[in-house]
């Protein structure tokens, strides 16, 4: 197929999958060969399409695709496609795509002149490597001794840390152990889904936490609209309760009495109520004791109530 005709089959198939799928993982692909990129291709076969490219092609066929389409939310990818970087296409879960994406890992060796991803380390123990080779674990300041004709390491050594280069003899001792300290794969960059792009870490939020979140807001807007004395949607619960009790202390401490106090007025006439909520435990075991605790519960907000009211209307004496 000639190289044009290949461009253009690659800008039809982009073209299908942003007018398909309504997100897109942006993706790093940095050390991941073709044989990994087809291992990935095939795991995520029904799922999601992968799609590899240079930037420029990319960048092209997406802006070709937004001449045709002005004003589509797709545009935000342009200022993603930098660096070794590539699309995943999907409309299914985007966690449950992400976690199949990064799970699958190849180990490679230390390459001399990379940067360590991940801090390596050498446990101690028989290394397998004859006498003769001790000045490689010299250049290094690492402490062995002879043990049974090999070459054994006395303790635990940080040999590479995070983010430095790989240097000759590191990569030699680990090569010469049969290390293979790194696992490359996709990374996962960034998010695209209707017109938005986030980082990935937001996949791990759930609908509990964003629903905690919102709650935790309204209780600290009630509280602070309760202490300004400031009504508003949130604080109308509150407020309907606390005039509620007002007119319940008021219908206990008084002669006004209105329909829904009654239950709360006829429990209060009847001492026999106190002495049937004391026994309720015995005869209903825990689930009594739960009762007869919220019963008494009440009894006390109750009273605090009447003692409230008779404060407002004043002693019998005053009359």
């Known amino acids: 197929m000639p190289v044009s005709d290949k461009k253009r089959a690659y800008g039809s198939k982009m073209h299908r999958f942003v007018d398909e799928f309504k997100s897109v993982f942006i993706v790093g692909c940095d050390n991941v060969g073709s044989k990994q990129m087809q291992q990935i291709r095939f795991a995520m076969r029904g799922q999601a399409e992968v799609l590899m490219g240079k930037n420029t092609t990319m960048r092209k066929v997406l802006k070709d695709f937004l001449k045709k389409n002005e004003g589509h939310p797709v545009e935000v990818l342009l200022e993603y496609l930098r660096g070794n970087v590539g699309l995943v296409f999907t409309n299914s879960e985007l966690p449950k795509i992400r976690d199949a994406l990064v799970k699958n890992k190849v180990p490679a060796p230390a390459r001399v002149g990379a940067l360590?991803?991940?801090?390596?380390?050498?446990?101690?123990?028989?290394?397998?490597?004859?006498?003769?080779?001790?000045?490689?674990?010299?250049?290094?300041?690492?402490?062995?001794?002879?043990?049974?004709?090999?070459?054994?390491?006395?303790?635990?050594?940080?040999?590479?840390?995070?983010?430095?280069?790989?240097?000759?003899?590191?990569?030699?001792?680990?090569?010469?152990?049969?290390?293979?300290?790194?696992?490359?794969?996709?990374?996962?960059?960034?998010?695209?889904?209707?017109?938005?792009?986030?980082?990935?870490?937001?996949l791990d939020v759930s609908e509990s936490d964003l629903l905690g979140k919102f709650l935790g807001g309204v209780s600290t807007f009630a509280a602070a609209s309760l202490g300004l004395g400031l009504p508003s949607k949130a604080t109308a619960v509150h407020s309907i309760n606390d005039a509620f009790k007002s007119l319940l202390a008021i219908a206990l401490g008084t002669d006004y009495k209105f329909a829904r106090a009654t239950p709360f007025v006829d429990f209060l006439a009847n001492p026999g109520n106190f002495a049937a909520a004391a026994a309720a435990p015995a005869a209903g075991g825990a689930g009594g004791g739960k009762a007869a605790a919220a019963v008494e519960e009440k009894k006390e907000e109750e009273e605090e109530e009447v003692g409230g009211a008779g404060g407002l209307f004043g002693d019998d004496d005053d009359f």
Not at 141 to 165: A, D
């Open 116 to 202: 360590s991803p991940i801090d390596v380390f050498v446990e101690p123990g028989p290394t397998g490597c004859d006498p003769g080779q001790t000045t490689w674990f010299q250049a290094l300041n690492i402490p062995t001794k002879i043990n049974k004709g090999q070459i054994e390491m006395i303790s635990r050594v940080h040999l590479i840390h995070e983010g430095t280069k790989v240097t000759d003899s590191q990569a030699a001792l680990l090569q010469k152990l049969n290390i293979k300290p790194f696992s490359y794969g996709l990374v996962v960059n960034y998010v695209y889904q209707d017109g938005n792009v986030f980082e990935p870490e937001v």
